[in-house]
């Protein structure tokens, strides 16, 4: 009587080989959350390196402006 199938080992091995190769692709390729984050936080610095300029050029606005 000849039985066919895989044994536990061959099926924890191939188990194995999949994790492996799954996490490998999962860290090849950065979060597209993290990229996200990344470009929130760029836009919101230079806005807050942008308010110091907006405020001078204010400040210079209203010094030179002359109501009729």
């Known amino acids: 009587m000849s039985q066919r199938g895989f044994t536990l080992l ?4 191939v188990l194995l080989l999949i994790g ?3 996490s ?3 860290l090849a390729f950065p979060s ?7 470009q929130i936080l760029a836009r919101f610095q230079a806005q ?3 308010c110091p300029r907006a405020r001078a ?7 030179h402006y002359h109501p009729p």
């Open 10 to 13: 061959e099926m924890m091995l």
């Open 20 to 22: 492996v190769s799954a």
């Open 24 to 26: 490998m692709v999962l």
């Open 32 to 38: 597209t959350r993290t990229q996200e984050a990344t």
């Open 48 to 50: 807050l390196d942008f």
């Open 57 to 63: 050029a204010n400040r210079s606005a209203l010094r």
